[in-house]
């Protein structure tokens, strides 16, 4: 069973966790979304599991990818750890209602 944890390992584990946000927020108005501590926890962790696994990409393949915004993922990453009880959920909410989509496309678009 190979373990390596390369470019390939991290872009995968963050196709995975797109792919979870998007099944999960699809449809849901900013209403129901607030009203789901759960989900919103789950959003959130799930936003920071993509941030977490950005930093571990090499340095030539963000070069190469530069299209993809990783300052920005990053920086949702950083209000939601460090300012996580006072997080503008509708940022979030845009996040995961407009914006992943684009990130989502950008990422399926790699071949590694």
């Known amino acids: 069973m190979d ?7 991290y872009i995968e584990k963050i ?11 699809k ?6 979304f607030q009203k ?8 959130m962790f799930r936003f920071i599991q993509i941030s ?3 930093k571990k990409l090499t340095l ?6 530069y299209e993809i915004p990783w300052r920005d ?8 750890v460090h300012e996580y ?6 940022i979030v909410y845009d996040s995961v209602s407009r914006d992943i989509y684009t990130i989502f496309d950008l990422f399926n678009s790699i071949h590694i």
């Open 60 to 65: 030539e393949f963000k070069t190469q990818h």
């Open 27 to 32: 449809g849901l108005s900013l209403e129901d």
């Open 36 to 43: 789901d501590e759960v989900l919103l926890d789950s959003v």
């Open 15 to 25: 196709k995975h966790n797109i792919q979870f946000l998007i099944t999960h927020t």
């Open 3 to 9: 373990n390596k944890k390369d470019d390939r390992y």
């Open 85 to 90: 009880g006072n997080v503008d959920m509708i």
């Open 73 to 80: 993922i990053q920086g949702l990453r950083n209000r939601i």
């Open 52 to 54: 977490e696994c950005i």
